[in-house]
C-alpha cells in the first residue's frame, strides 16, 4: 500500500482545512486508515480513523466534535476535514493504513504516507 498525504498549509485560529490522502494498492478492502500527527518536540499521536468497510470511525479525545474523518471507496481517498482549528493542533500530518484496525489505531500501521504540516497561528 502506498500513501500520499496532501493539504497542509497555513491557517489561522478558528480556520478549516481538509486533508487528503491518496491510497494505492489496497488489495484488501478490510483496511483502516488513519491520521496521524506529530508536533515539535512531542511524540506521534492518533487522531482519527475509519474503516474502509462499514466507515466505522474513532477520533482522539482532542479533536472529537471539531475534526472529521471519511473515506471516498472509489477514488480511495481519505479525507481529515479539520475545523475550528487551535494552535495546539500545529503538526506533520500524517496517513497510515493498515488491516488490523487495533493496530493501526495504536500506531504500528503497517503503511505510513510522507507527512504533510499543518501550521496554525494565533
Known amino acids: 500500500v502506498q500513501l500520499q498525504a496532501s493539504g497542509g498549509g497555513l491557517v489561522q485560529a478558528g480556520g478549516s482545512l481538509r486533508l487528503s490522502c491518496a491510497a494505492s494498492?489496497?488489495?484488501?478492502?478490510?483496511?483502516?486508515m488513519g491520521w496521524f500527527r506529530q508536533a515539535p518536540g512531542k511524540e506521534r499521536e492518533f487522531v482519527a480513523s475509519v474503516t474502509w468497510i462499514g466507515g466505522a470511525t474513532n477520533y482522539a479525545d482532542s479533536v472529537k466534535g471539531r475534526f472529521i474523518i471519511s473515506r471516498d471507496n472509489v477514488r480511495e481517498l481519505v479525507y481529515l476535514q479539520m475545523n475550528s482549528l487551535k494552535p495546539e493542533d500545529t503538526a506533520v500530518y500524517y496517513c497510515?493504513?493498515?488491516?488490523?484496525?487495533?493496530?493501526?489505531?495504536?500506531?504500528?500501521?503497517?503503511?505510513w504516507g510522507q507527512g504533510t504540516l499543518v501550521t496554525v497561528s494565533s
Open positions: 494498492g489496497l488489495t484488501y478492502r478490510s483496511y483502516t
Open positions: 497510515a493504513s493498515d488491516l488490523n484496525d487495533r493496530k493501526l489505531r495504536g500506531g504500528e500501521g503497517d503503511s
